[in-house]
Each structure stands twice: as structure tokens, then as C-alpha cells.
């Protein structure tokens, strides 16, 4: 069996699944937000339950429009706040706790190598990176998980993405990640496991691995997952104190389909309006003129991604007339961004630095696009509307290719400012 099966096999007591097979499995945590939230509680008060199925095992995170915006997000945010204090809920984070959920979890040790996560919101894939089974799903489902302590799911195919090589200063995960939807497409991996492997994967840091479980979901994927390695290891014991199990592909594993992937060929992938499959090299997109530059999200707004804006922009100026929002995704990678110097080097820049929030990633706030504007940004979505006017345009980016654009006023590579 693969990881994927391996994991479900576990949590539904079974020696063996396959693919297409229904299991009913037990969850180690269920989770929503600020948005999915309410729509959860909603059907919890509708169908009379009584308490979740463990207040540890229940996690609510205020993140995609907090600080509050508007009466609305406010009214939603009270709610999850009355039902986390009724039900006791442990892990319930707003206000100067609270970060972008995908990277909070994995930071304050919630999910652990071998774990089975459900959350309502689609890039809850991101918690594979640790070499858990996570998938996002419907608040009605999240419910039923809440209540429960479990959930029905399909064994997913498995397909590997074996990558290999040296990879090119500057390039990272995002780039890896929207160089492989470039090649397979949005539904290239419909309803699948992304598995990934290889000596170019070990090379990777966390925070990058992070950054592409988090897409799995913009290929179709169910989840994204990777081995567990030393580096993992290291990251589990500096943030959790729970035990973990670590699962690893049999050699006969089958797989759908196998990809092997030179990452010395992986260059500055951008994807362009209005589909993260829609990818081009920077290099051919110069002269492109932007109007808002976002780095942050759940996708890259970890310490990684900071530190290479940070070098990037350190003594140069955000082109006038661009606007540049930082946004850190959580308060501890906030303070270690700030404690390394990175703060004033935003801010000597131009930049404007934003509490840790999903933001403008939805199209919520602290950076909407008007009629016709381009922004570049390291989140994970570009679809029509996605960061505010239907006529506004999104091309996704890495980290370096963000700040370059930044400092250009138009699409660049890093060697193009430095």
C-alpha cells in the first residue's frame, strides 16, 4: 500500500484498503474557520447534537476576514466564540493567537505524522507535508466529523511525482508546485493522492513541502503527502509534544501514474490569469505591468518566504504606484520576521505589513483589486474575481519572483533587481 492507504487502513481498523473502496474512518481532527464556521454550528443546532466528540479534536481559527471587516464577519466571529465557550472547544484561536490556519496547526504541534485530518476549507490538504492524510470538505461533513469523531471517505489513487536534481537558486516548493500544474492541469490529479519522493524533495525545507501539499487541492487532488524524514522529524519536536506514527509506501505500491521530474529544469513558474495551470516562465512575461504585489497566505507567508522577500527588497524601493502588503502567517513567524530585522527592511522599502490574515488571498480584505487592475501574489488561487473585481487579474508567484516584481513594477526575475 501506499502512505494514503496506509493511514485510512489505520483509522479504519482495517489491515488493507484499496482504491475506490469506502471506509469509514476515525479523525484526529476536525476544523473550520470563520466562514465555514457558522455554516458548521448551523447544522450542529439543527440536527439537536449535544457536544463534539472530544473539545481537543475540535479546532476553530479566525483567520479570512479578522480583524474583523465588516458587521457580518464580526456577527460570524461572535458565533464561533459563544459555541467554542459553551463546548469547550481547547483549540479555539482569534485575535492576537490566531494566524492563517495552514500554517498555525502544523506550528502549535495540532497535527502529527500519521494523523487523519478534516477540515472545511480546500487547502486543508497542507498537513501532508508531515506525512498525515488531511483533505478539506463541506461544513456539513465537518459536522458530522465534529459530532462524531469520524468520517466516510473514498481510498483515493496515488500518484507519484518523483523529483530529482539540483534545484536553481531562488526557486521553491511554489515554483515545483505550479511547474507540476502546468504539466498535468487542475484536474490532473481529480480525486487522487499526490505523492511526493526523491532526493530534490529531502533537499526541500518545510516550510517549501508545506507550500505544495497546500495545492494538491488546485490539481483535484484529495491530499498531498510526503515521506516522513529527518527533517520532519525535527519539525515535529520542536513544535508538538504528541506522539506520532510514521507510514511509509510499500516498494510494490501501485501507483496510477509515476512523473519524474528533473527540478534543475524548474525555473521561475508564474501562473497566469485566470487559472493556477495557466503557467509561464517570468522570463516571458516582462513588461507586464502590476499594481499590487501580495506576499503571504497559507501558501507562503512562513519565515522561508519572508527572509527571501526580505533579502530580495533589503535596499532597494517598491516601484511608485505599486503596492506591496506582507502579510505573516502567523504571530510567531510575525515576531521572528520582526527580531531578524525583516520589519524595517519592508518597510524601508515601501511595503506595508499586515497582521497574519487570509486577507486579500479570497478577495476579503487589506488589498482588493479594482476594475483592471494586475496584482502577482504567493497565495494559491487566480480565478476570475478570486482577489476582488471580475476584471481584475491574479498571476501566482513564488517569493523571489513577488519581490522582484515589486521593486520592477512589472513581472521579473530576482537576477533582474540584484
Avoid at 483567520?63 to 463546548?87: G, M, V, W
Avoid at 486543508?124 to 466529523?145: E, H, N, Q
Avoid at 535596499?315 to 527580531?339: D, F, H, N, Q, S
Wanted: proline share 4%; hydrophobic share 40%; glycine share 10%.
Amino acid at each position: 500500500m501506499t502512505i494514503t492507504e496506509k493511514i485510512l487502513a489505520a483509522h479504519a481498523d482495517k489491515d488493507r484498503v484499496e482504491p475506490g473502496e469506502i471506509v469509514d474512518c476515525r479523525i484526529d481532527l476536525a476544523m473550520a474557520n470563520d466562514i465555514t464556521g457558522p455554516l458548521s454550528i448551523e447544522e450542529f443546532e439543527k440536527v439537536g447534537a449535544k457536544a463534539v466528540f472530544d473539545p481537543e479534536k475540535v479546532v476553530f481559527v479566525l483567520d479570512h476576514f479578522t480583524p474583523n471587516k465588516d458587521i457580518l464577519s464580526a456577527e460570524n466571529c461572535k458565533k464561533i466564540r459563544e459555541f467554542s465557550q459553551k463546548y469547550k472547544i481547547v483549540n479555539f484561536f482569534e485575535g492576537g493567537e490566531c494566524g492563517i490556519e495552514h500554517a498555525l496547526l502544523p506550528e502549535k504541534g495540532l497535527v502529527v505524522a500519521g494523523d487523519l485530518v478534516i477540515g472545511a476549507d480546500s487547502h486543508t490538504c497542507t498537513y501532508g507535508a508531515l506525512g498525515a492524510f488531511s483533505t478539506g470538505m463541506g461544513s456539513t461533513d465537518v459536522t458530522y466529523g465534529m459530532v462524531t469523531g469520524r468520517v466516510w471517505l473514498k481510498v483515493p489513487e496515488s500518484i507519484k511525482f518523483h523529483c530529482y536534481g539540483n534545484w536553481q537558486k531562488w526557486v521553491t516548493g511554489k515554483e515545483l508546485i505550479l511547474h507540476i500544474l502546468g504539466m498535468i492541469g487542475v484536474d490532473g490529479a481529480l480525486y487522487s493522492s499526490m505523492e511526493y519522493s526523491g532526493e530534490a524533495i529531502s533537499a526541500l525545507s518545510m516550510d517549501s513541502r508545506f507550500s505544495i501539499a497546500n495545492m494538491a487541492i488546485e490539481a483535484g487532488g484529495k491530499n498531498g503527502i510526503f515521506p516522513v524524514d529527518d527533517k520532519t522529524t525535527a519539525y515535529m519536536k520542536e513544535h508538538a509534544s504528541r506522539p506520532y506514527k510514521v507510514f511509509e509506501s510499500d516498494a510494490d505500491a501501485k501507483y496510477a501514474q509515476v512523473y519524474e521530474i528533473d527540478v534543475s529544469k524548474v525555473g521561475f513558474a508564474v501562473a497566469c490569469p485566470s487559472l493556477p495551470s495557466n503557467v509561464k516562465d517570468a522570463g516571458e512575461l516582462g513588461g507586464t505591468d502590476i499594481d499590487q504585489v501580495v506576499i503571504g497566505s497559507c501558501t507562503n507567508g512562513r519565515l522561508e518566504d519572508l527572509e527571501m522577500a526580505a533579502t530580495i527588497l533589503k535596499g532597494k524601493k517598491v516601484r511608485k504606484g505599486l503596492r506591496c502588503i506582507i502579510i505573516p502567517a502567523t504571530p510567531a513567524i510575525y515576531g521572528e520576521a520582526m527580531r531578524r530585522g525583516y520589519f524595517q527592511t519592508f518597510l524601508d522599502a515601501g511595503c506595508i505589513i499586515s497582521p497574519p490574515t487570509c486577507g486579500p488571498c479570497l478577495g476579503g480584505h487589506m488589498g482588493i483589486l479594482a476594475k483592471g487592475e494586475r496584482a502577482v501574489a504567493t497565495t494559491n488561487r487566480n480565478f476570475i474575481g478570486r482577489m476582488g473585481h471580475p476584471q481584475s487579474e491574479v498571476y501566482l508567484a513564488g517569493p523571489a519572483v513577488a519581490a522582484a516584481t515589486a521593486i520592477k513594477g512589472t513581472i521579473a526575475r530576482p537576477e533582474e533587481v540584484l
